[in-house]
């Protein structure tokens, strides 16, 4: 399964609101997480599910959607949000991932 | 804490072989799935292959199929990823992670923190 992520980059101010797109090649009901990487780091778990918030992450960041498209929506986008963010879908195996989506300060 | 910790990276030629580890604390190895996962510099993430509980059933994307083998030993909690006929385009930053589950969905709540893998002469 394909996952495409629109856009693949994007400038942003802090306080924005932003949205990045996850379209899928095939349905995947809401077999579907999000994960924001930094430099150097490895990927950390944001959302599961589709929309499903994994605790302990700011509740700035919200996901939605089934099927074939979804979103991540960072309601206000705060310093420490500029990163690369990727969704992966875990509906058929093996486990695919988007391009990645990266968020630069404006 | 649950933890995973990847080691055996490093700088190796073309056609040569290398084998990572993943040593998993915190928790109960032989519960969990495992995967790895690899990161090209500059480009983005890319599934490499898992492993069941016991062992018992594997999986590999096509890139890697018939060079790379993974296995694990859960009495000593570590996974480990048997690399060989390297090439250059297995150069990556190569990551482990435990497949999680809540309900009926899965995602990877906690990775390792990468060992990087150089293909060079």
């Known amino acids: 399964i394909q996952l495409t992520q629109s856009p693949s980059f994007l400038s942003a101010s802090v306080g924005d609101r932003v949205t990045i797109t996850c379209r899928a090649s095939?349905?995947?009901?809401?077999?579907l997480a999000w994960y924001q990487q930094k430099p150097g780091k490895a990927p950390k778990l944001l959302i599961y599910?589709?929309?499903s918030l994994l605790s302990g992450v700011p509740s700035r960041f919200s996901g939605s959607g089934s099927g074939t498209q979804f979103t991540l929506t960072i309601s206000s986008l705060q310093p420490e949000d500029f990163a690369i963010y990727y969704c992966?879908?875990?509906?058929?195996?093996?486990?695919?991932f988007g391009q990645g989506t990266k968020v630069e300060i404006k | 804490q649950v933890q995973l910790v990847e080691s055996g990276g490093g700088v190796v030629q073309p056609g040569k072989s290398l084998r990572l580890s993943c040593a998993g604390s915190?928790?109960?190895?032989?519960?969990?799935?495992i995967h790895w996962v690899r990161q090209a510099p500059g480009k983005g993430l890319e599934w490499v292959t898992s492993?069941?509980?016991?062992?018992?059933?594997?999986d590999y994307a096509d890139a890697v199929k018939g060079r790379f083998t993974v296995s694990r030993d859960n009495s000593g909690s570590t996974a480990y990823l048997q690399m060989d006929s390297l090439r250059h385009e297995d150069t990556a930053v190569y990551f482990c992670?435990?497949?999680?589950?809540?309900?009926?969905?899965?995602?990877?709540?906690?990775w390792g923190q990468g060992t990087p893998v150089t293909v060079s002469s």
């Open positions: 492993i069941f509980y016991d062992g018992s059933d594997q």
């Open positions: 992670a435990r497949l999680d589950s809540s309900g009926s969905d899965r995602f990877f709540q906690y």
């Open positions: 599910g589709a929309s």
């Open positions: 992966q879908q875990l509906n058929t195996d093996p486990p695919t």
């Open positions: 095939l349905g995947l009901s809401t077999y």
């Open positions: 915190g928790f109960t190895f032989s519960s969990y799935v």
